[in-house]
């Protein structure tokens, strides 16, 4: 029922920044969270960022000071910001979301995206 659509990846040079969106569609889907996963080759998927519907936000160690989470706007949008990108942030990264925060950092959400592909490159 609910459908999640990511753009804004693309290829950047380390130090830069990127802003991913992913667009949601599905009745009442202000009262969801949404987050962000990523996986790059020969790795695990791992967390990025979270959001509760509530606006509580939860982020991996690994990109707390650099990336940033939106709440989900009117228009169902979330939004990743992320900037001081390096080599380690590339691969792809999957929007997901559910009811609750614990299940999308948690990666056992009911609903994922597609994904779009980050390359950090010089």
């Known amino acids: 029922q609910v459908q999640l659509v990511e753009s804004g990846g693309g290829l950047v040079q380390p130090g830069g920044s990127l802003r991913l969106s992913c667009a949601a569609s599905?009745?009442?889907?202000?009262?969801?969270?949404m987050g962000w996963f990523r996986q790059a080759p020969g790795k695990e998927r791992e967390f990025v960022a979270g959001?509760?519907?509530?606006?509580?936000?939860r982020y991996a160690d690994s990109v707390k000071y650099r990336f940033t989470i939106s709440e989900v706007d009117a228009e169902n949008t979330v939004y990743l910001q992320m900037h001081s990108l390096n080599v380690e942030d590339s691969g792809v990264y999957y929007c997901?979301?559910?009811?609750?925060?614990?299940?999308?950092?948690?990666?056992?959400?009911?609903?994922w995206g597609q994904g779009t592909q980050v390359t950090v490159s010089s």
């Open positions: 959001v509760s519907w509530h606006g509580i936000k």
């Open positions: 599905g009745p009442n889907f202000s009262r969801y969270a």
């Open positions: 997901n979301s559910d009811k609750t925060l614990t299940t999308v950092a948690e990666g056992t959400s009911k609903f």
